[in-house]
């Protein structure tokens, strides 16, 4: 094919060079952080004008929006396809939880989330695109799972979102905390046992929640509701 010349670029043209700016922006946002990013460095990295970035990109904050969006874009399918899984519950979250611990305790998640860390005070809507597009949206899911799948196990949930989100925050805090240097990382027999001893607690717990009011389970509290 022969190379065009001057004009306005093709639609492929001009999804590579999107994704040729996002794959070098993911690599300096993550190595060198949000503030110590500029869009002079990402522009000459990926050999374009200042014109063209900002053709595409309102701003550098918009850059690291996309940045985190095409990162949960490609993360999120095999959650899903783990969720979707015709199986009984407990199976379902624990192959679930493999898969979001597989991605959470990844280099590019570790670096995402140092990042986040680092500048959350000084830019607070940077963690809020990462809340909103990565954790809320984790939480629907978890919920539409709990939704779906709990009445087969004979279990009905008052809030389901409840139940997600503690979900998500005993499956990954400390795996990942740890990753950070937070104490000694788990070897992947360990992770597989917290993902086990996890949603066996979480499976007891959703139980416990579902009983009538006034009753307990052996050994345990009467549930709030």
């Known amino acids: 094919m022969a190379a065009r010349r001057g004009g306005r670029p093709s639609r492929l043209e001009a999804a590579q060079l999107q994704e040729t700016i996002l794959v070098i922006a993911t690599e300096l946002f993550l190595t060198k952080g949000f503030a110590a990013t500029s869009v002079e ?3 000459g990295f990926a050999r374009i004008s200042k014109r063209t970035f900002y053709h595409r990109f309102k701003d550098k904050a ?3 929006e996309a940045v985190i969006h095409r990162l949960i874009e490609r993360w999120i399918p095999t959650v899903e396809a783990k969720l979707q899984e015709a199986a009984p519950l407990d199976a379902i979250l624990r192959g679930a939880a ?11 998640a570790i670096a995402l989330h140092r990042v986040l860390m680092a500048e959350a005070q000084r830019f607070p809507a940077l963690a ?9 949206a984790g939480v629907a899911r978890i919920a539409a799972l709990l939704e779906r799948a709990a009445p087969a196990d004979g279990l009905t949930l008052a809030d389901r979102r409840f139940a997600a989100e503690q979900f998500l925050s005993m499956m990954i805090a400390v795996p990942q905390r740890r990753a950070l240097g937070f104490g000694e990382a788990f070897s992947p027999a360990e992770l597989q046992e917290w993902i086990d001893r996890s949603v066996s607690l979480f499976m007891a717990g959703l139980r416990a929640a579902a009983l009538p009011r006034g009753k307990s389970a052996v050994g345990s509290p009467t549930p709030l509701h």
């Open 62 to 64: 918009a850059l690291f």
């Open 128 to 136: 809020h695109v990462m809340y909103e597009a990565g954790t809320k």
């Open 41 to 43: 460095a990402v522009a």
């Open 98 to 108: 493999a898969r979001m611990l597989e991605i959470a305790l990844s280099p590019e």
